[in-house]
């Protein structure tokens, strides 16, 4: 082979036959037509009077029609309910009164069986050449399946919000009396105190007190009738202090035969005359066992509030009182 000849063999390889840009192969009518006839989002073209001018084969077909050219002339009121049709008719005035197009909007269809039917459309304003705005144009996408998953999502969420909300609440309450638990009141006490806290820091004289109180001679209870009997016992309690307790008032059951209430706005001597009541109520109260009667009686602390009391220095203080009645002969209040 001369040099001549691979000088022209090695151009043949280098320089590919050269290709003439797309845009001068597809015109600006056939790139219309490929996305007229082939967009699975409907399209479509209105004058100012919200006529159709023109379709795409998917909108005609929405309606039922094969050919687009069948939708020319008609509008929104043709095909749709009037409330629907009326809505777009009335964003469509306004795209053409401000020329600001209306994007991702979302629209329900409900159809004369009560199926809905959701759209996301979007709709623009046609301008002519010399910058009237001679009527609109806008694209729609059938997105019902995506609003029933997020409507069965929601639904989803607010089922595991209550059963959260049924957990949390299992979570605080004391299985045997269905009080509060000893957690619970710990997180209550720290937050009523810092509540009444901020109050007095804003010179409001407030307090609240604690009240704590336990089964006087309990394990003589468990002894005598067992186990079985001391938790109707707890659960008898429980009934009596639910039934003479203020609404806005917490009652925990802190383990054991021990119990606890928090008095939300009460002072010391009020606080005292609420826990003689209960007292004399548990006192006056029988329980009933299978094969007898046995009188139930409660020894009782209470202790108010006072500033800059901590969570541990008021449980100390009210146990000491709580102490007391023990020693002092039970079955009563200090």
């Known amino acids: 082979m001369s040099?001549?000849?691979?000088?022209?063999?090695?151009?043949?390889?280098?320089?590919?036959?050269e290709e003439k840009p797309v845009k001068n192969i597809i015109s600006d009518s056939m790139i219309l037509d490929i996305i007229m006839s082939n967009s699975q989002d409907t399209i479509y073209f209105k004058d100012r009077n919200a006529k159709f001018i023109a379709n795409s084969k998917a909108h005609a077909n929405q309606f039922g029609y094969e050919n687009p050219r069948d939708l020319i002339g008609k509008s929104d009121f043709d095909f749709f309910p009037e409330e629907f049709a009326r809505k777009a008719y009335l964003d469509e005035m306004k795209i053409m009164q401000t020329g600001i197009p209306i994007l991702g909007k979302e629209e329900k269809l409900v159809s004369s069986d009560g199926t809905c039917i959701w759209f996301l459309a979007s709709k623009y304003p046609i301008i002519s050449d010399n910058g009237e705005i001679i009527g609109?144009?806008?694209?729609?996408?059938?997105?019902?399946?995506?609003?029933?998953?997020?409507?069965?999502?929601?639904?989803?969420?607010?089922?595991?919000?209550?059963?959260?909300?049924?957990?949390?609440?299992?979570?605080?309450?004391?299985?045997?009396?269905?009080?509060?638990?000893?957690?619970?009141?710990?997180?209550?006490?720290?937050?009523?105190?810092?509540?009444?806290?901020?109050?007095?820091?804003?010179?409001i004289e407030c307090t609240f007190c604690v009240m704590l109180f336990d089964i006087d001679d309990f394990k003589l209870i468990n002894d005598q009738y067992g186990h079985p009997t001391g938790d109707k016992a707890i659960h008898f309690l429980a009934d009596i202090i639910r039934n003479n307790k203020r609404e806005i008032d917490n009652c925990f059951r802190c383990g054991g035969d021990e119990f606890a209430v928090i008095l939300f706005d009460t002072q010391l001597i009020d606080g005292l005359h609420m826990a003689e009541r209960l007292r004399k109520e548990i006192d006056e109260s029988i329980f009933k066992t299978e094969n007898s009667k046995v009188n139930i009686t409660i020894s009782v602390g209470v202790e108010e509030y006072k500033e800059n009391d901590t969570m541990y220095k008021l449980l100390t203080k009210v146990d000491k009182k709580l102490y007391k009645s023990k020693i002092n002969g039970k079955n009563q209040v200090h």
């Open 3 to 17: 040099v001549e000849e691979n000088s022209n063999s090695n151009n043949e390889h280098n320089n590919p036959i």
């Open 136 to 203: 609109t144009w806008g694209t729609s996408r059938d997105i019902t399946s995506l609003k029933l998953t997020q409507e069965n999502l929601a639904k989803t969420n607010d089922k595991l919000e209550e059963t959260n909300l049924e957990l949390q609440k299992l979570s605080d309450l004391d299985g045997l009396s269905e009080l509060y638990n000893q957690r619970k009141f710990h997180k209550v006490l720290e937050e009523t105190i810092e509540t009444y806290q901020k109050k007095r820091n804003l010179g």
